[in-house]
């Protein structure tokens, strides 16, 4: 039996590209525009913390519940980029609660996406379980 929730999965996506495109725009900002690092060169900033977020783009753009859940390990980087950073640099706080965000925002949104849009396509593992039994 599918538990239904609050949310449509409509809407779960739509929270997890926000927190996605959030990640994407904010990061290079911050990195380059707003408070540039002294010790990492702007390329490697960039690299560093962009090109992990476009691994994932075509299928969280197609709506791909297996891309939603594995999405979550990449956006961890950002939550423990953001976590460490709140507790080291106090200048850069506002920066880093903005990061953990839209990290969080991601990271929720993915997951419960994952799960609903899983179990209305038939994707369950209990239900695979169930089948191989």
Known sequence: MIKKTTFSTDTLKKITLFGYFGLLLFM??????????EGLSPTLSLVLFTLPLLFPLKGLVQGNPYTYAWSNFIV??????????????SSDMLWAIIELF????????????????????GLSIREKKKNTD
Request: avoid cysteine; hydrophobic fraction near 50%.
């Open 76 to 89: 961890m980087i950002y939550f423990l980029h953001s976590l460490t950073t709140l507790w080291v640099s």
């Open 102 to 121: 839209f990290a969080t925002t991601m990271f929720i949104g993915g997951t419960y996406y994952a799960k609903y849009k899983g179990q209305e396509l």
């Open 28 to 37: 290079p900002l911050w990195l380059l525009v707003l408070n540039p690092s």
